[in-house]
């Protein structure tokens, strides 16, 4: 395959917008699926697992394979759900474009925002699909004007729909300038062209001069042809909007309604004509992993060193872990042993496949800038790159937002004890949010993630798909500690082993960062006469500190370390003398700047009729939730407030009952903050 021919895209949107049916759509239009599976019906080929065809909602990103007018698209749907931020994360850090599928409906909906920006991180070029015009409610303009308002975005529409609602028909091509229908006989597979109705010709007319008047900014030739009144070619109207998505300077709309297969082969069209092949990539930084320090620029080339990211692990019950991978540089081949970077060893890789949901087809090599699957590896975990011995270069490492709730979970039986630690550690390398450990008070086993959906898919799965029966306690808040001023101060430990003295003398200041700014480390003492493996001892020791707490035993989170003063001896000094005169100094000296408790604040966003807002409003300041701001749309208002989590459980009965079953809402993670009382709780 012609690398210019692959596109490597993801499907985001906010749930219930219809991303997987219309994944499942071009599933069907491209030929990988013969008949179409419905979400509704729990048939959807890309929510494979049981409990997202329970719930409806996608979890993880599967990643598939299709083929449309000679070109490779490589698929991964991601989930809308925020509590699963880290699938999202993870397949935007490997895609080259996405869709963003709007609900004609709801707008741009909270959590579109929340992987809107995400994307903008990652610099990914967007093209918009609006579906569901077929829905009561539907306004494709309304959502033209939320894209420009929250999203900060330039919607240029390449169709419009033809009617909305139980009317809705077709839709005009507006370069083209014909009406399109899709065949009900046989799925919407025939499309349809037609004279555009008399009723809809000055609607046509008004927004293709719009479509011209957006791509003419960024085209002399488009603006010459435009003034001297000549037909403006298809192929210049289509290379420059190209060019205007790779640059995320206008993001061209299409329309229609999956369910009733309307609008996807003109989608499909629109994927491989806009969106980025690898080749219309810049190059990726990479780091060397010997030295941070030193950074280079990996250009795309099958044949240059090998460089690819796992970018996420599923576990097979068969087959072992499954460890989707993008590859950057280089070629992948089956039976070779290849180079894991982050640890160090060599892994044989036993089969390459490519997935189709979940069939799976074997291929003996993955080349630059292709998406497949290998098989066979034993250590391999999420973030880690794949490359070559002599050529030790690390991709961008891949950073999670640390879990914010936790759960007690114990077997029913002792005999099940195993199988749950075995099922966690499965769990935990397939979804780097979710976290266990042994509570030593209580000897509980305490799972933590990102909100209670998150917490509830994880024991669903132990409970439903791995057949481990358990016993669950409610959810607990996870705190934080921080400290509340700077403080400086020296460290000494000197300790006999074995015979040999071993000693170490530090210095250390500490202070409180920025909320949202996480735990920082740095050395500014003289370091030149030192070696590496002390400094990275202290590190070491640091970093055990942050995670072990200060006065009451939680995490640490935005605070900042810095050794001013590192005193060596050739004879005494030890990596350990120093690790553990790091943690030393570091709790002393926390202790002494004043620990406090630090509880997660959440980002609410509330929705309801108008007439239930003032209800919606009292239920989120009883629970100490601040409003920030609110919208008004037709029919139903959004609150965004900041709430502490430990007062929203249980807030979707609340909020049910306030607004008699027509409010809904979202949360995530927004920064820690001191929590008032201290730990009284």
């Not at 895209?9 to 759509?25: F, N, Y």
């Not at 555009?196 to 957006?214: F, G, N, V, Y």
């Not at 460089?307 to 540089?329: M, T």
């Not at 640890?343 to 090599?365: C, P, Q, T, Y």
Request: glycine share 8%; aromatic share 6%.
């Amino acid at each position: 395959m012609d690398d210019s021919k692959i596109r490597n895209i993801g499907i985001m949107a906010h749930i219930d917008a219809g991303k997987t049916t219309t994944t499942e759509r071009i599933l069907f239009y491209t030929g990988e699926n013969h008949r179409i599976g419905e979400v509704d019906n729990g048939e959807a080929t890309m929510d494979w697992m049981q409990q997202e065809q329970d719930r409806g909602i996608t979890i993880t990103s599967a990643a598939t394979t299709c083929f449309w007018k000679d070109h490779q698209i490589n698929i991964i749907d991601t989930p809308g759900h925020v509590d699963f931020t880290a699938e999202v994360e993870r397949s935007l850090r490997v895609l080259d474009g996405a869709v963003g599928v709007f609900c004609a409906v709801g707008g741009v909906e909270p959590q579109t925002e929340t992987v809107w920006k995400q994307a903008d991180t990652y610099s990914v070029p967007r093209i918009a699909f609006v579906n569901k015009m077929d829905r009561m409610g539907a306004d494709f303009y309304a959502v033209l004007d939320d894209m420009k308002k929250k999203l900060g975005a330039e919607p240029v529409p390449l169709f419009i729909p033809v009617g909305a609602e139980s009317s809705f028909s077709g839709i005009i091509d507006l370069i083209g300038e014909k009406y399109l229908t899709f065949s009900v006989s046989d799925q919407g597979s025939t499309v349809e062209e037609h004279d555009i109705p008399d009723s809809m010709i000055d609607t046509a007319q008004e927004w293709k001069e719009k479509l011209i008047d957006s791509v003419a900014s960024f085209s002399d030739e488009i603006t010459e042809l435009y003034f001297e009144g000549e037909e403006i070619p298809r192929d210049m109207i289509i290379s420059t909007l190209r060019k205007c998505t790779l640059e995320r300077t206008l993001l061209p709309v299409f329309v229609g309604s999956s369910l009733k297969n309307v609008g996807v082969q003109t989608l499909l069209d629109g994927i491989v004509e806009l969106l980025p092949s690898p080749l219309d990539l810049p190059p990726v930084e990479i780091i060397n992993a010997k030295n941070p320090e030193k950074k280079e620029e990996l250009k795309h080339n099958p044949n240059g060193p090998l460089e690819a990211l796992i970018f996420k692990i599923q576990v097979d019950p068969q087959a072992g872990p499954l460890c989707f991978v993008r590859v950057y540089s280089g070629t992948l081949k089956k039976g070779v042993a290849v180079y894991n970077i982050n640890k160090g060893k060599k892994e044989r890789i036993n089969r390459l496949v490519r997935m189709h949901a979940i069939r799976e087809e074997d291929i003996s090599e993955l080349k630059a800038g292709d998406i497949g699957v290998i098989i066979g590896f034993k250590m391999a975990q999420t973030g880690d790159t794949i490359g070559a011995e002599n050529h030790p270069f690390l991709m961008e490492e891949m950073k999670f937002p640390n879990p914010v709730i936790s759960i007690a979970i114990e077997p029913n039986s002792t005999s099940d004890m195993a199988k749950l630690q075995k099922a966690l550690e499965i769990l935990s390398v397939e979804d780097p949010t979710f976290t266990y450990k042994d509570d030593n008070e209580t000897g509980q086993l305490i799972i933590s993630g990102m909100g209670e959906l998150h917490l509830d898919v994880l024991v669903t799965r132990i409970t439903k798909e791995m057949k481990i029966e358990a016993r669950v306690g409610n959810p607990q808040v996870s705190y934080r500690e921080c400290i509340k001023k700077e403080n400086s101060g020296t460290e000494v430990w000197e300790r006999t082993i074995a015979n040999k003295e071993n000693a170490a003398k530090l210095s250390m200041t500490v202070k409180p960062n920025e909320p949202k700014t996480g735990n920082t480390f740095h050395i500014s003492a003289k370091t030149r006469e030192i070696p590496e493996e002390i400094l990275e001892a202290i590190k070491e020791g640091v970093e055990g500190a942050f995670k072990s707490g200060i006065k009451y035993g939680y995490e640490c989170t935005d605070i900042d370390v810095d050794i001013t003063e590192i005193v060596y001896d050739e004879l005494t000094s030890t990596p350990l003398a120093f690790t553990s005169c790091a943690a030393m100094a570091f709790d002393r000296i926390c202790q002494e700047a004043g620990a406090v408790i630090m509880e997660p604040i959440m980002k609410v966003q509330a929705s309801a009729p108008s007439e239930y807002i003032g209800d919606v409003i009292s239920t989120i300041t009883q629970r100490g939730g601040i409003v920030l701001s609110m919208e008004n749309r037709t029919g139903s208002d959004t609150v965004v407030a900041e709430c502490p989590l430990e007062k929203m459980f249980g807030y979707t009965t609340v909020l049910r009952s306030s607004t008699q079953g027509r409010g809904t809402f979202s949360m995530e993670f927004d920064h820690y903050s001191e929590k008032a009382g201290g730990i009284g709780f």
